[in-house]
């Protein structure tokens, strides 16, 4: 499908790396099909922008859920129940304490999983005051699936521009800021239990 995926070794443990993509449809495909290669914990590290403005720039977001508009991806899985996209909790806080171990500033919530990369102010508002405090394209697919498919899944979301007060990272800041995240995330992934 053109998404690369390396396997090797962390720490002694052997993990797998995989792109997924812009937005649902794509990432639901690589979900699935790493779950069908037996899968058992898949961890999103991707970028979002922050809704709120004590969300700097370089922070990380740990989605303890994922806002979503009905339709799209997730209905072809529930149709038109509203199901919740919520991470495994046990998961989530053990990559929350790692990220807090490491330096990180950690910023814990909701995020809004949006089918728009360049969506209207009018979502953002109406999304800020719903206390969501991140927005992405992925978290709600890949928690929707999770549950669904039976693979335990979280999140951590690099803040790389912030919605409320218009900043943003320069290319060489995001890279920097992706490899440090990358390599808190794999020795998280491999302290689990």
Same mark, same amino acid.
């Given at each position: ?65 994922? &806002? ?84 335990? &899944?979280? &999140? ?11 900043? &943003? ?25």
């Amino acid at each position: 499908r053109g998404f690369p995926v390396y396997t090797g070794f962390f720490n002694g443990v052997r993990v797998s790396v995989a792109a997924h993509g812009i937005g649902g449809p794509s990432a639901a495909i690589v979900f699935e099909e790493l779950k069908m290669l037996g899968a058992e914990v898949i961890v999103r590290l991707g970028t979002c922008g922050g809704l709120k403005r004590e969300i700097i720039l370089g922070s990380v977001i740990v989605p303890v859920g994922a &806002a979503y508009e009905r339709g799209g991806t997730i209905g072809m899985y529930v149709g038109n129940t509203c199901y919740p996209a919520v991470p495994d909790l046990d998961l989530t806080l053990a990559f929350e304490r790692r990220f807090r171990m490491d330096g990180f500033r950690v910023f814990r919530g909701l995020v809004a999983s949006s089918d728009a990369f360049h969506a209207e102010e009018e979502y953002s508002r109406r999304w800020r005051k719903l206390n969501i405090i991140g927005v992405e394209m992925e978290c709600a697919t890949l928690f929707t699936l999770a549950r669904l498919r039976g693979f335990r &899944a979280a &999140a951590v979301l690099m803040v790389i521009d912030n919605l409320e007060d218009g900043t &943003a990272m320069k290319l060489d800041e995001i890279r920097d800021f992706e490899e440090k995240a990358l390599k808190t995330a794999l020795k998280a992934l491999t302290e689990i239990k």
